[in-house]
């Protein structure tokens, strides 16, 4: 057996291994790192792993302590606690309520339109969750809801702070596609790629955010049709109903004048995704003081609870950067890219397996746990094969977001159940959280065959040409990445020179530009 199959080897027990480890209920940060650590050693002691590799690691870690974009994590957690400890969404859910609640699937209505709010201002998935099954769902359970449908609605509009910017999942997700994409585009001889941010990411997952808003209306829509007992309208009289707009007005504008300051200088290229994360922070706080919800012990848990946070997610990360490390010393990259290049039917079928993998680890798997092993590895490998990286990028959010709603582990279930009343079983919690899966579903194969809805926003803000290895659509992908058939088998470098108008830099150069005219 040659070093290269015994380090292949060594990388797929190595995976498999971690996820063992994670499933049985060891910390994630400290899996992912102690199997790094373990199969290296066991990588030096076959021959088959250069130790000289762990030696990046304090590189990587200081370019994650100086990288800029991700300082944009903490900000908008801060933002997002702040306006939890705001009482923001209280009085949403109550003003949505009153509005669309004398309709049938009002209340559901109402909800999915305070989730969208909510994901686009705090993102906060568990704080959401259990805000709206504190205040929603008795409402709903009092206007004679079927509690499958209630309790399915607020799991699945909790978490659509995973696809709505701005969502932390998604700036980890653009900064490991950014290096994935430059790692492939360099493995393929581009040595000026074009760069993919998080600004971009933010813009290709508005669509597709919207889309999903719209499949959940339809959802209640139809089911108020097919099934009005479902969803019953709420009565109200004339004296609840006065003085209504100036209510919805006053609990609408703060929060949309909020979400336009941030959201909107990201997208209009006026501020980075760290200065607009900024901004949400202080206007957070402003909205908090006006709502005179501001004080010093609020505060201490407000610093507290973003500390919490944010630890624990870039502490998994750094376990991941060992993780990554010691699976590609191994070979495991080169291994994953052989596998998925010869899955039949090309990009289409590698990207399928990818997403059924990340469907699947969903189950048991936190969001972070699974970008953080799954990204690093398969990203390379699809651009390398012709994958737009944005609309990967944007896959990859829809697809996270089910693992929220998805048996045993799904976590937004476990948010729902504790604030949910006793009454309500939990078998109609896990049952009512089964179309919204099968929506989200429906969601990802429209982004499929619709591509543009993730790719065109991107193109028409930020003006970028399309990278020549890149492609809008999977189903144009080829089905390897051979050079075309007409190239010939050497290299006459005639692509190095363009025509004399096109060259940038003079054949010789006399060095007069070094020294300023007198």
């Known amino acids: ?104 699937g009002g209340l559901g209505y109402s909800v999915v339109i305070v989730g969208a709010l909510l994901a ?31 309790t399915g609605t607020i799991a699945a509009c909790g978490t659509l702070g995973q696809i709505i910017p701005p969502s932390t999942v998604l700036i980890f997700v653009g900064d490991m596609l950014q290096g994935a994409n430059q790692q492939a585009q360099m493995a393929m001889g581009n040595l000026s790629p074009d760069p993919v941010s998080v600004g971009q990411l933010f813009a290709g997952a508005m669509l597709p955010g919207i889309l999903l808003v719209g499949l959940y209306m339809l959802w209640i829509f139809f089911k108020s049709v097919v099934d009005p007992k479902s969803c019953p309208p709420l009565e109200m009289t004339a004296d609840q109903r006065r003085g209504l707009g100036g209510r919805v007005l006053s609990a609408l504008l703060p929060p949309l004048i909020l979400i336009v300051a941030v959201l909107g200088s990201i997208l209009a290229g006026i501020a980075t995704p760290t200065e607009s994360a900024s901004v949400g922070a202080v206007g957070a706080l402003l909205l908090s003081a006006y709502k005179r919800r501001l004080t010093m012990d609020i505060l201490q848990q407000i610093m507290r609870s973003t500390m919490t946070i944010s630890s624990m997610v870039f502490v998994i990360l750094l376990g ?62 699809l651009i390398q094969l012709g994958v737009d990286p944005i609309w990967l990028g944007v896959m990859i959010g829809m697809n996270l977001q089910t693992s929220f709603l998805t048996p045993p582990f799904g976590f937004a279930l476990f ?78 470098f005639t692509d190095l020179f363009g025509p004399r108008n096109e060259r940038r830099v003079p054949p010789s150069d006399d060095f007069r530009d070094l020294f300023p005219e007198r």
């Open 415 to 492: 948010y729902l159940r504790g604030a949910a009343e006793a009454s309500i079983k939990t078998s109609d919690i896990y049952r009512g959280a089964i179309p919204f899966v099968a929506l989200q579903a429906v969601g990802m194969v429209l982004l499929w065959f619709f591509p543009s809805i993730a790719t065109k926003l991107p193109d028409v803000i930020y003006r970028a040409e399309a990278s020549p290895a890149a492609i809008s659509s999977p189903a144009n992908t080829s089905q390897n990445s051979a050079p075309p058939a007409n190239a010939g088998s050497g290299d006459d």
């Open 1 to 104: 057996m040659s070093p290269a199959e015994i380090g292949e080897i060594l990388a797929v027990l190595m995976f498999a291994a971690t996820l063992l480890g994670v499933v049985i209920g060891y910390s994630v940060a400290f899996t992912l790192a102690g199997m790094g650590l373990i199969f290296a050693g066991l990588g030096v002691w076959a021959g088959v792993y250069d130790p000289a590799m762990m030696s990046a690691l304090g590189s990587q870690y200081l370019g994650t302590m100086l990288n800029e974009t991700l300082v944009a994590v903490p900000l908008f957690v801060f933002m997002g606690v702040t306006l939890e400890r705001s009482k923001i969404a209280e009085s949403l859910l109550t003003t949505m309520g009153e509005l669309f609640g004398t309709l049938r």
């Open 320 to 381: 991941a950067t060992v993780f990554s490390l010691t699976f590609r010393g191994l070979g495991g990259e080169s291994l994953v890219y052989s596998v998925l290049a010869d899955i039949p039917g090309g990009a289409n079928g590698a990207i399928l397996v990818v997403m059924l993998l990340v469907f699947v680890l969903g189950f048991f798997l936190d969001t972070f746990q699974i970008i953080f092993i799954v990204v690093p590895i398969a990203a390379p490998v």
């Open 120 to 150: 686009a201002s705090t993102g906060i998935v568990g704080a959401t969750v259990v805000t709206m099954g504190l205040l929603s769902l008795p409402a709903m359970t009092r206007a004679g809801y079927d509690p499958k449908l209630s």
